[in-house]
């Protein structure tokens, strides 16, 4: 592999050791499962974790064939780094990262996209080297001891270009995230944004909502309906915080929306207008039939 | 069994046979709870159905000893009928075979139960036999296919009284929806309304709205967020419109409530004040985790 950032070429790349920045469900499920192939698949993990214990539990659970503290001196052994914290740092990871190590690839799990291309379009050297990523997988639950190597499999998998990429990165990058099972898709990051705006951060919303307004006395009478709308509202509030700070402009399009949608609701159930009720029932039902995951095209 | 209606007393009240008027999910699963008894508790199940398909259906895997087209039939062998249809043909049905079958105690599985008490409590002779309960149970699912013995293990099913039943009726139907596994919980019919418009209609109606807003493009990048959140989006509409029917005003009043902490919520994310986000979320996560159902006390 050369080194001549910021114009190397991935077209030949061969990914033998990647580099995880960041240990939580989605670092630690991504080690799992291209650490567990056999064969010319295999590849070497070298994890970075801050805490002295999700260093200690990757190594003993095999999550990794080696871990440090220093994202630096873990990319500086690796054909390809991920980028798996919060979104609110991945930036930041990207840009140190390709100043200190000229010759690695880089791809990252965030659940937003356009603000974090955008900063790292700032550093020519880093937008080279960085194939955004966002792996739809992963649930209420975080951490390490959650993290499972077929995390991916049949999962979508949305690789956001910026376009300054290095000739063959795209490529390389698509072929790895493909070695984890999942299925990749390709879109703007600004269309990714958006779309998810409504796939995911909006839902987490509402389900946050629905669980708020339970009063005390109810609670030993939810029924498994109340229990699966909410089940995403058990995710962690840092996590989301940062994910509305993001992609704040599309979720505030997505929640208004929302609550346009709710007031026609309202407006159909206080006039009795029960055939209208039936019609918004049924059109939901068949966007959800529609959305199964049995009926996903699968790789 | 004396049959001095309305003044039985069913303090000694013994039930061997029970006929289920409506074999859907909820209809065979009592069905099928009771039947598969052994021993004393074993009882007699006498199914009715408007469908030969269905009849058939229960016959060939067990769900009933005999079938029948016809309620009152049913209900002339049984000690107890569970009326087990949509919620608005409940109180026609205990009406109807509380004037044919003067001696036999009834109750039934609506989702709502103000305006099925208030119904019922115009037949006096019905009234007293009448005991209202709602078992907390199910899910999107329907059909008597998906139907199984052990639905209602741990539970919540609830009494709503409505001060009317003969000495004794209570007692025998508590102990009767015991039998199937549940933990019985008694609130009045407005309460119980109330309640469940927050924790179950309210609910159902957010997950639709959440997907009836997915564009088609998003489909093939739903995660398991918007699959939990969307599940019970897949119910039957016209059981559901049924259920907004019956209990409108109290549904009205917890759907506004939403729309007005929707409010709240689009004015703290587009004024930037994530320390309330944070705030709303964690309080979100806690609830949630209240009412998970390992947390709920067993039987």
């Not at 590849?43 to 064939?65: L, N, P, Q, S």
């Not at 039902?285 to 529609?290: L, P, S, T, W």
Request: glycine share 8%; net charge negative; proline share 5%.
């Amino acid at each position: 592999m050369n080194t001549s950032a910021p114009h190397t070429d991935f077209s030949e790349a061969s990914i033998r050791t990647i580099a995880v920045v960041g240990l939580g469900l989605l670092g630690g499920s991504v080690a799992k499962a291209v650490r567990g192939q056999s064969g010319d698949a295999a590849v070497r993990v070298i994890g970075c974790a801050r805490r002295a214990e999700t260093r200690e539990f990757a190594v003993k659970h095999g999550f990794v064939d080696d871990v440090t503290d220093d994202p630096v001196e873990a990319a500086a052994q690796a054909d390809l780094v991920l980028i798996a914290t919060p979104v609110d740092r991945i930036a930041d990871y990207v840009i140190n990262i390709a100043a200190k190590c000229p010759q690695v690839l880089m791809t990252d799990v965030g659940s937003t996209k356009f603000r974090i291309v955008e900063a790292v379009k700032a550093a020519p050297e880093a937008a080279a080297r960085f194939v955004a990523a966002h792996p739809i997988a992963g649930s209420e639950k975080t951490g390490l001891q959650h993290a499972c190597g077929d995390l991916f499999q049949d999962k979508p998998i949305v690789i956001t270009a910026s376009g300054d990429e290095s000739p063959g990165a795209i490529e390389a990058v698509t072929r790895f995230w493909e070695s984890t099972g999942g299925r990749v898709v390709h879109l703007t990051p600004r269309r990714h944004d958006d779309l998810l705006a409504i796939s995911s951060h909006m839902p987490h919303l509402m389900s946050s909502l629905v669980a708020n307004q339970l009063p005390g006395e109810a609670i030993p009478m939810v029924g498994t309906g109340w229990l699966d709308t909410t089940r995403i509202a058990a995710g962690d509030e840092g996590l989301w915080t940062a994910i509305v700070s993001e992609n704040r402009d599309a979720i505030l399009s997505a929640l208004e929306q929302t609550a346009g949608n709710l007031g026609d609701l309202i407006d159909v159930i206080r006039s009795r207008d029960d055939e209208s009720l039936t019609g918004f029932l049924r059109e939901a039902r068949e966007k959800r039939e529609a959305a199964r995951p049995t009926r996903l095209p699968t790789p």
